[in-house]
């Protein structure tokens, strides 16, 4: 059985849609924040870096939630959360899924988290830059949005997971993704699905859910 740590609206809500979406046996583990888990010397044995998620698969700890989506996908090639290796598309997965962790959730993290970057001087000004950063890495997956309901073929992909997961960061800044006209109906199109709405649920996560 898998065991997924993580807290509440953090980067191991894309892990935790996609072990829903593939059904399998699993715990959910989440933490409280100020709980001091995450810096505790057991934890820091699965996850060196003190931070959520990790994923424990058997014997192994996955850490960084890219790495662990496209492992559960590997691991479930039945559910189809990503294409085969060597079919073309498996090169556009890796192509969208490098982007959004490399590209836009370190953009997000300048943005949340200034103040490991710069001065409490310098906050605001780093913030307004990654809003207009963060809105036009959200053009390209709208404008890869417009002709096909997914960013991967013809099927919802872990890449779809992650692109919510980090659009869905957006909805209390001045720039939101969802008011792009193909990244807004494609976040409720991910919403509508069971296993969206079974992760908000145990999550306790309220509206607006993007």
Known sequence: MYRLHTLPSTAGMAPHIVLREIGAA????????????????EYRRLNPNGRVPTLVDGDRAVWESAAICLHLADRHPEAGLAPPVGDPERARLYQWM???????????????????????????????????????????ADDALADRPWLVGD????????????????????????????????????????????????????????
């Open 26 to 41: 699993h715990e959910l583990v989440l933490h409280d924040r100020d709980s001091g888990v995450l810096a505790s010397p």
């Open 98 to 140: 490098a982007f959004l962790t490399n590209t836009v959730q370190a953009d997000a993290m300048l943005y949340f988290y200034p103040g490991r970057y710069v001065t409490a001087d310098d906050a605001d000004r780093l913030k307004a830059v990654i809003v207009d950063r963060l809105a036009d890495q959200f053009a390209r």
């Open 155 to 210: 099927r919802f992909s872990i890449a779809d997971a992650y692109l919510f997961m980090l659009a869905r960061w957006t909805r209390h800044m001045p720039r939101k993704a969802r008011d792009l006209p193909h990244l807004g109906p494609f976040l409720a199109r991910v919403m509508d699905r069971p296993a969206v709405r079974e992760v908000f649920r145990i999550e306790g996560l309220a509206e607006p859910y993007f």
